[in-house]
């Protein structure tokens, strides 16, 4: 029984070792985890720079455990890619003369206008257009606001009727792509050009631009357009003196024009809006490039 009684006494003494190991093994552990607290601690006191990283490291840890984790930013090559904007020194003169002047009438930053201006002379000679008519024709309209609407629908830079030429959009990703400076002067041009054609004249594709293809009057839009762009013709050939005519307003959203049409051959109007008249002047002839 001696046996029995020592495995016994071995049984009830198990629990007691068995605390006192958990007890000795976590005594230790503290221990040494506060050894290495010091340790660290005197490691960064004395670099300042392992301080600093250690620093902004504890700080992440604490925003993420606050916060969730922490926002990424962007890449700066992202953000530059897709800001519609370009260096001054990339334009040529007659360029650059255009959009200094523009910049200061209408009070644009040079960078994103410098943009649009690129753009304007690219598309003017792919779609054989003048680019300084497609630069008059986004003044008028919008005042080269990328974002601007008229309560008709007319969105963008060129004020297309997005709901009418929608299907010029798909190449660019649909509709919303109406507010991107960009592809809105592309499919504004685009639609211009057609009804340039359509007309056999610079005028008469205006007066279609505008909705006033088979009305009597256009509100004075084509008047207004080749006065800009007649403007602009100066600043491109550098003269000596451009007039100091003021600043033309956006087009009214506000009036629409509801005169009925002409008998003749009906048409599908980009624009549904015009505004009032403006002060009588000489029609200016804007012709197509010729390449």
């Known amino acids: 029984m001696t046996a029995l009684d020592d495995m016994g006494d071995s049984l009830r003494k198990m629990p007691r070792r068995l605390v006192q190991f958990f007890y000795s093994l976590a005594h230790n552990g503290f221990a040494l985890f506060g050894l290495s ?21 504890l700080m992440d840890w604490l925003q993420t455990r606050q916060f969730g984790e922490p926002l990424e930013e962007p890449s700066p090559l992202v953000t530059v890619g897709r800001a519609t904007a ?34 304007a002379y690219q ?14 024709v986004m003044a008028i309209e919008s005042g080269f606001n990328p974002f601007a609407q008229s309560p008709v629908g007319a969105q963008g830079l060129m004020q297309v009727m997005t ?18 400076p960009l592809t809105n002067l ?15 004249s610079i005028e ?7 909705g006033a293809a088979n009305l009597p009057s256009d509100g004075g839009y084509v008047t207004k357009v080749l006065s800009e762009h007649h403007l602009l013709t100066l600043v491109a050939r550098q003269a000596q003196h451009v007039p100091d005519v003021p600043k033309p307003p956006v087009r009214s959203r506000s009036m629409q024009i509801t005169m009925p049409a002409a008998p003749s051959r009906p ?21 197509l490039l010729n390449n």
């Open 37 to 57: 607290v010091i340790l660290v601690l005197l490691a960064l006191a004395a670099h300042s720079g392992l301080r600093k990283a250690g620093e902004e490291h």
């Open 86 to 119: 370009t260096d001054l020194q990339n334009l040529s003169a007659q360029q650059a003369a255009v959009t200094d002047w523009l910049s200061r009438r209408y009070r644009i930053a040079p960078q994103p206008l410098s943009a649009l201006v690129l753009e």
């Open 123 to 136: 598309i003017g000679h792919n779609y054989k257009l003048d680019p300084l008519l497609l630069l008059s």
């Open 163 to 180: 709901h009418l030429h929608g299907e010029k959009y798909e190449p660019f990703g649909g509709q919303l792509a109406a507010f991107d």
């Open 186 to 200: 592309h499919v504004g041009a685009r639609v211009l050009r057609e009804y340039i054609v359509r007309a056999g």
């Open 204 to 210: 008469g594709g205006l007066r279609r631009y505008v």
């Open 267 to 287: 048409e599908t109007a980009t624009h549904a809006s015009a505004t009032g008249a403006s002060p009588v002047g000489a029609k200016q002839t804007v012709a």
